[in-house]
């Protein structure tokens, strides 16, 4: 699975150092919107992921640029981790329960300053879609969370790719927040429409019917390595310190 390069966004002030405490009032899409109880979900309290839930990627990086490699993902402390390091090694892992078509995901995510050639990133990809940076046979991709900032994690993406394999477009939304703080983003997926949401507010929509996926959507978690992204990094965000992504729950609803 993977994510097209995004355009660069505007140069931002340095974000402060946050706790590493997983803990405080969230304000949900779930509770807000009243989705109801989850039909899956993981809060990361075992010791290790459950294999009948989780696919941990081992192979190339993100357009066969660095590797993602099993031992960048971790669970400690009831948190999901993933590292990437300077050498590009990094990671990402697929929700096997979580292909559908249509449903909701919400999951609360937090993420160190670090250099801007780490995209992190939430998504759902087809189910049939194969490896690559677009899915093989078109499908669409709804990328519900993407930083493709310069290094100091104030500002998430959302983009919905749709269209063929060779001939995709896009539609996208910008939110400024501090992405080194606990945040929750989802995204409902209906016959209707594609909504995003950052702490239960609404930040994208689209009901265009030609935007709509066609068919099985999977969610992925990944931290993808864009080695050529390293330049535009700020100047106060080291390039060469660990990149994290880190996940306190994820959860799955009816549509």
């Given at each position: ?18 706790t590493?405490?997983a ?48 031992s ?10 993933i590292?990437?390091?300077p050498d ?42 194969g ?11 709804i ?83 864009f ?11 080291p ?17």
């Amino acid at each position: 699975m993977g994510v097209r390069r995004c355009e660069k966004p505007p140069t931002t002030p340095a974000a402060p150092t946050p706790t590493a405490s997983a803990t405080g009032a969230v304000t949900t899409a779930a509770e807000k919107h009243g989705w109801g109880r989850s039909i899956a979900d993981d809060d990361f309290s075992g010791r290790r992921l459950d294999p009948d839930d989780w696919t941990v990627y081992d192979g190339p990086g993100h357009a066969g640029k660095g590797r993602r490699s099993p031992s960048a993902v971790a669970v400690r402390g009831g948190v999901l981790t993933i590292t990437g390091t300077p050498d590009g090694t990094t990671g990402g892992l697929s929700w096997l329960p979580g292909a559908r078509k249509h449903g909701r995901w919400e999951a609360r995510v937090r993420m160190d300053r670090a250099c801007a050639c780490y995209h992190p990133v939430l998504l759902l990809w087809p189910v049939r879609g194969g490896g690559g940076v677009a899915p093989k046979g078109g499908g669409g991709e709804i990328d519900y969370l993407e930083v493709t900032d310069d290094g100091t994690r104030r500002s998430a993406l959302f983009f919905l790719h749709y269209g063929s394999e060779r001939e995709h477009r896009q539609l996208s939304a910008r939110v400024e927040t501090d992405l080194t703080q606990w945040h929750t983003f989802a995204v409902e997926w209906t016959s209707r429409a594609v909504t995003g949401y950052v702490d239960g507010r609404v930040w994208f929509r689209s009901d265009d019917p030609a935007t709509l996926p066609p068919g099985k959507m999977g969610q992925a978690i990944q931290l993808d390595w864009f080695p050529e992204d390293a330049g535009r990094t700020h100047r106060d965000v080291p390039r060469d310190a660990r990149a994290t992504l880190q996940v306190d729950w994820i959860r799955m609803y009816r549509p």
